[in-house]
């Protein structure tokens, strides 16, 4: 099965600032690269997705970059909020995997 | 549509009983996971189905925990004897089209605390 791995586990920065969250994974047939967001005591939603004929995807404040020679993609949060508080997953799919998520990451945005 | 429903919300029930959770995964998805989330060990994967037929249920913790998916709108996961240590969350999830490369839609999820 898929192994996969996040780096930080938690992560504090201070309103404005970047934040950056990467995921590993050992399926090189993986395919499709979502991130989820799950805030405290609601369930995970996704917040961006990227498949495998793409490098990059940005949708406002929020990214997701691949390297799939590496087996890496990372979640990018600019100007970040309080409201970005949360526990973010990545859950890299396609091959032989099955929807294995991450350990996930707590980010806390200070004010 | 309503997306995918779990019931009940919250359970809490005393150590030795059998607990069962239920879900509805949204109309039309052809896949349905169910994870159990702790603060320790994450969203673990517990089952997965495929058109109603399970295809890897190797997260399992043991003969205690068993699911089915008797039609495409209906899915339980059963825990009998249940003990402290299942309390946790659990979290529902569906997929749809032929291929699960694509968007889960989680339930609200079952908070279960066995005292």
């Known amino acids: 099965g898929e192994n996969v791995e996040q780096h930080p586990s938690t992560l504090s920065v201070q309103e404005g600032d970047s934040a950056v969250i990467k995921c590993t994974y050992s399926?090189?047939?993986?395919?499709?690269f979502p991130w989820y967001k799950q805030e405290l005591g609601k369930r995970p939603q996704l917040i961006i997705d990227?498949?495998?004929?793409?490098g990059e995807k940005k949708d406002q404040r929020i990214a997701v970059t691949l390297n799939k020679t590496a087996k890496h993609f990372s979640l990018h949060i600019t100007e970040t909020q309080p409201e970005d508080s949360a526990v973010y997953f990545c859950a890299p799919q396609g091959g032989y995997s099955t929807l294995t998520f991450g350990k996930g990451t707590m980010l806390l945005v200070s004010p | 549509d309503a997306g995918v429903i779990q019931s009940p919300r919250h359970e809490v029930t005393e150590m030795g009983q059998e607990v069962t959770l239920r879900c509805k995964p949204i109309s039309g998805h052809d896949y349905l996971f169910w994870y159990r989330q702790t603060m320790m060990r994450g969203l673990e994967l517990l089952i997965y189905f495929n058109n109603n037929v399970p295809i890897d249920d190797s997260g399992m913790p043991e003969d205690r925990f068993s699911a089915k998916m008797p039609n495409a709108s209906f899915s339980t996961l059963k825990i009998q004897p249940s003990e402290p240590r299942d309390s946790a969350v659990y979290f529902c999830?569906?997929?749809?089209?032929?291929?699960?490369?694509?968007?889960?839609?989680f339930g609200q999820g079952t908070r279960l605390t066995v005292v």
């Open positions: 399926d090189s047939a993986s395919n499709y």
């Open positions: 999830a569906s997929i749809p089209g032929v291929s699960m490369n694509t968007e889960a839609f």
């Open positions: 990227i498949r495998s004929n793409v």
